[in-house]
């Protein structure tokens, strides 16, 4: 066991934090420990205890954690976690950057404070009402963001099950698609384009079918 903490006990008379095992096997083992020194009636130390715990499978789990939060601290998405009264209670960093806000100043506001109040009654709340009784739910808006300017954007909502079934809150995932969408809107433009076109190519072949005969008698 690494000596760490044991200082601590002494002049303070306990110590909690955590430490690591050199098994025999070679493998090192993390572990919880507390230090308690205890001290006869004249003060003086008389020995000292230890209770150690194994938080292997804890360090695992934090381990995964971390794995998760680069992965959603690196996508280019706006990624968000809405409790049931409609609060902000994590946000990632695309989502800070978009509405140009601190961590501080997003977690805790409604998102009414955000998106402004005509927005969120006719676009926003409904959508999460139908999200917060388990369904999932997509749509597609027009959002004007602080740091990106206007942007179209893909919205998803996914409900989030507590232990016991019931929905606690939602995560909300919102993709820009404006390229794709201008692209999109591109395409019917030259699709009309080209219809016109036909169009026209047959109005004048049918005017130069009238037309042959006349200048032919004339």
């Known amino acids: 066991i690494k000596t760490i903490g044991i200082p601590e006990a002494i002049s303070n ?39 150690i715990r194994d938080i292997s499978e804890q360090k695992k789990q934090e381990e995964e954690l971390r794995k998760y939060e680069r992965i959603v601290s690196s996508t280019s998405d706006l990624m968000s976690f809405i409790d049931r009264d409609y609060v902000y209670q994590a946000v990632n960093e695309a989502y800070l950057s978009a509405f140009q806000k601190t961590r501080d100043e997003l977690v805790n506001s409604k998102i009414s404070e955000l998106y402004g109040e005509d927005v969120f009654e006719t676009i926003i709340r409904e959508k999460i009402n139908q999200c917060l009784k388990g369904e999932n739910v997509h ?10 300017g206007k942007r179209y954007v893909f919205v998803s909502y996914f409900p ?38 036909t169009l026209a190519g047959g109005i004048a072949h049918d005017f130069n079918n009238i037309l042959s005969p006349i200048i032919g008698y004339a």
Do not use: C
């Open 13 to 51: 008379g306990i110590w909690e934090g955590e430490s690591e095992l050199l098994l025999s096997d070679g493998r090192i083992l993390p572990v919880s420990q507390v230090i308690m020194s205890h001290k006869s009636s004249k003060g003086e130390i008389k020995y000292l205890s230890t209770i």
């Open 139 to 148: 749509y597609e808006m027009w959002v004007n963001f602080p740091g990106l």
């Open 160 to 197: 989030h099950f507590n232990e016991d079934s019931t929905v606690t809150g939602i995560v909300a995932n919102s993709r820009d698609v404006t390229e794709t969408k201008n692209l999109e809107s591109r395409l019917r433009q030259a699709q009309k384009m080209e219809a016109i076109g």
